[in-house]
Nanobody, 123 residues
Framework: QVQLVEAGGGLVQAGGSLRLSCAAS????????IGWYRQAPGKQRELVAG???????DYKDSVKDRFTISRDNDKNTVYLQMNSLKPEDTAVYFC?????????????????WGQGTQVTVSS
């Protein structure tokens, strides 16, 4: 059983930065593909970024050049560095594992989800 715990959310002004973390227990993230998702009120959950077991990355177009996904295998943690934040980035952010990368290079979600962390960007 894999358990994921997100942290690092908060309230930030537009243009600011946050770094989210996703710490895992029960499995080594180093051999897993990981995805960061977000869900805004009244909207569907959407993929923001993914990283494969061999560190291939994929990003939603609207966050490319602003967000960076990375992993620290020693800490069994995956990060999402978010810069130049915009009000439209406001959402609950979730990490996911147990999925895979498709042939087109996009992360497909698996069965393990964290509880989420709230990110609020004020204008």
């Amino acid at each position: 059983q894999v358990q994921l715990v997100e942290a690092g959310g908060g309230l930030v002004q537009a243009g600011g930065s946050l770094r989210l973390s996703c710490a895992a227990s029960g499995s080594a993230l180093s051999v897993r593909a990981i995805g960061w998702y977000r869900q805004a009120p009244g909207k569907q959950r959407e993929l923001v970024a993914g990283i494969s077991a061999n560190d291939r990355t994929d990003y939603k177009d609207s966050v490319k050049d602003r967000f960076t996904i990375s992993r620290d295998n020693d800490k069994n943690t995956v990060y999402l560095q978010m810069n130049s934040l915009k009000p439209e980035d406001t959402a609950v952010y979730f990490c996911n594992t147990g999925g895979y990368f498709s042939a087109s290079g996009q992360y497909r979600s698996g069965q393990y989800w964290g509880q989420g962390t709230q990110v609020t960007v004020s204008s």
